[in-house]
């Protein structure tokens, strides 16, 4: 599938993969895992990492979910910009998301995904497509992460 379906046009002009957030929209900070988890041997591993999210919704006809991870540190090490559309059973979803290396390159996967439920089958059939990010992908992605790290509320900020 090279286009998208019909149905899949955005309700907003953030309502679009990689598209500007909206200028009111403020990241949430929180860690990456619940404080029982970050008590384990294994949550020992991730102590300290945060996630920046904004989660905007186009009512029925979808949403859009960016995430930034942080290390201990506050650098970003991983971020995903993920858009859904739907329209009555169907649904498509595009999105591009993978690893921030220290070097500045970023490691990353692009999908796009077509649901159709049906009533005769109790899951949905999924078409799903994976590709390499184009430069374009890696340059909006990590404008994104730079919008999401500027707009962080104030006192979550690390020196």
Do not use: C, N
Not at 19 to 28: E, K, N, Q, S, T
Not at 75 to 102: C, H, K
């Amino acid at each position: 599938m090279d286009q998208p379906p019909a149905y899949a046009v955005p309700a907003a002009p953030w309502h679009a993969l990689l598209a500007p957030i909206p200028v009111d929209a403020v990241p949430v900070r929180k860690p990456v895992a619940s404080p029982e988890i970050l008590t384990t041997e294994h949550g020992a591993a991730i102590a300290g990492w945060e996630q920046l999210t904004v989660e905007l919704s186009a009512g029925p006809a979808g949403l859009r979910h960016i995430l930034v991870v942080l290390d201990a540190t506050g650098q970003p090490i991983a971020v995903s910009d993920t858009v859904l559309y739907a329209s009555g059973a169907e649904s498509y979803q595009e999105s591009v998301g993978g690893r921030l290396e220290p070097d500045g390159t970023f490691r990353g996967t692009r999908w796009r995904t077509v649901g159709i439920e049906s009533e005769e089958e109790d899951e949905p059939k999924l078409d799903a497509t994976r590709s390499e990010p184009s430069s374009a992908d890696i340059a909006g992605i990590k404008a994104l992460v730079a919008e999401l790290l500027r707009r962080q509320p104030e006192q979550a900020r690390k020196p």
